[in-house]
Nanobody, 124 residues
Framework: QLQLVESGGGLVQPGGSLRLSCAAP????????VGWFRHAPGKEREGVSC????????VYADSLEGRFTISRDSAKNTMHLLMDSLKPEDTAVYYC?????????????????WGQGTQVTVSS
């Protein structure tokens, strides 16, 4: 199990932005396909975004409509998820995750390791 630690969640008004961060003590993020998934009450886990270890290419859930941006800082061994134009339906616990066989598996959120999660609440 790879250790991941999220931060940056909170309460934001609709239309606002949040930036989630993920640290990976003990392993190099760039060595794995990594990303984010979210889990809202009463809903299935949803893959949000993935960044490939091989070429840094990114994949996003279609439902996001281009509002989120994933990035990786290899110098600091951190990963970020910038979320813009947030909607109430984005409310969920967001998990930083690693070790998915390939980013094409994002719709299944088939990551093998994840952090403790950080709550994001979008509400007025």
């Amino acid at each position: 199990q790879l250790q991941l630690v999220e931060s940056g969640g909170g309460l934001v008004q609709p239309g606002g932005s949040l930036r989630l961060s993920c640290a990976a003590p003990g392993f190099t993020l760039a060595s794995y396909n990594v990303g984010w998934f979210r889990h809202a009450p009463g809903k299935e886990r949803e893959g949000v975004s993935c960044i490939s270890s091989s070429d840094g290419s990114t994949v996003y859930a279609d439902s996001l409509e281009g509002r989120f941006t994933i990035s990786r800082d290899s110098a600091k061994n951190t990963m970020h998820l910038l979320m813009d134009s947030l909607k109430p339906e984005d409310t969920a616990v967001y998990y930083c995750a690693a070790d998915i066989p390939g980013c094409e598996w994002l719709p299944l959120a088939d990551f093998h390791s994840w952090g403790q999660g950080t709550q994001v609440t979008v509400s007025s």
